[in-house]
């Protein structure tokens, strides 16, 4: 019997808008030492899904495996993270997504519910008050596809 997923969670790279990286470079980070985060390295990227600046889908962790993304949600949600969130030259969380990254995202939710007809979508902000994750709100988003 495969994992139950009741949750979609929306996060975001955390990157300034000319950083276009996608899975391949986010699992890189996830899997390798941190010496600011000794729960690392991951065995494997932490996100399901990675949005990229020009709207290309990456799969990351098999969707059957629970990700590392949200801390106590992680066994019955699906991770995506959108590249980008960060303002160009300063730290500051900024949405600055791309309409090619909200047209993917939509394609993403519309695939995602057709096997999860019931799934949660939300934002990480929306489990973690912490955070600025996504950059927007996910709730509102989702409410208007």
Not at 3 to 25: F, N, Q, W
Not at 41 to 57: E, L, Q, T
Not at 134 to 144: D, G, H, L, Q, S
């Amino acid at each position: 019997m495969g994992r139950v997923v009741s949750k979609l969670i929306i996060h975001c790279s955390y990157t300034p808008p000319s950083m276009d990286i996608g899975a391949a470079e986010i699992r890189q980070w996830h899997t390798s030492p941190d010496p600011n985060d000794p729960s690392k390295p991951w065995r494997d990227i932490g996100y399901h899904w990675v949005i990229r600046r020009r709207g290309g889908i990456e799969p990351g962790r098999r969707e059957a495996v629970a990700g590392a993304h949200t801390r106590g949600q992680n066994a019955t949600s699906i991770g995506v993270c959108l590249v980008g969130g960060m303002a160009e030259g300063d730290r500051r969380p900024e949405c600055n997504f791309t309409g090619a990254q909200y047209d993917a995202l939509c394609k993403l939710i519309r695939q995602i519910r057709s096997r999860y007809p019931n799934i949660e979508i939300s934002g990480h902000s929306d489990w973690d008050r912490g955070r600025a994750c996504p950059t927007f709100n996910a709730k509102e988003f989702v409410a208007c596809l």
